[in-house]
C-alpha cells in the first residue's frame, strides 16, 4: 500500500536538449518507471525561481515517485537495473546521466494540512 514514502530524482538535461528529455521523460520514462513493482504515482517538476536572485539549484527537473514502502529500495533499484540492463527501459541520450541523484524517503510523521 502507497503510505507517503517518496523517491526522488533529481536530473538534468544536456545542454539544448530539454525539449527532448521532455518528451522522452513524459513519454516513454514515466511510464516505464510505473511499470515497476512497488511505484505507484509519478510526477515531474521543474525548478521555479523565487526570484531575479539567479541562484539555482543544481539540478533543474525532478521526479517525485510515491512508492510502496512494503517494497525495498533496493528490490526497486535492482529492477531498474534489470530493466535497463534488458532493454525494457532506456535511458534518452538527452538526459545528463552524471548528473542524475536518486534517493528513497519514508514519511516519519502523519501528512498534514492547513485546514
Known amino acids: 500500500m502507497a503510505d507517503g514514502a517518496m523517491f526522488l530524482v533529481f536530473s ?5 536538449q530539454d525539449e527532448e528529455f521532455g518528451r522522452w521523460y513524459d ?6 518507471v510505473l511499470a ?8 515531474r517538476f521543474t525548478f521555479e525561481p523565487q526570484d531575479d536572485s539567479g541562484d539555482a539549484p543544481r539540478h533543474r527537473y525532478l521526479a517525485a515517485y510515491e512508492y510502496d514502502s512494503e517494497v525495498a529500495p533496493a528490490t526497486i533499484m535492482k529492477e531498474f ?12 541520450p538527452a538526459m545528463d546521466v552524471k548528473s542524475v541523484s ?14
Request: glycine share 14%; net charge neutral.
Open 27 to 32: 513519454e516513454r520514462h514515466l511510464p516505464d
Open 102 to 115: 536518486m534517493t528513497f524517503w519514508r514519511p516519519v510523521g502523519p501528512k498534514r494540512s492547513a485546514d
Open 81 to 92: 537495473m534489470t530493466r535497463m540492463g534488458d532493454g525494457t527501459m532506456d535511458v534518452s
Open 12 to 16: 538534468n538535461a544536456h545542454d539544448g
Open 36 to 43: 515497476v513493482p512497488g511505484i505507484r504515482t509519478g510526477q
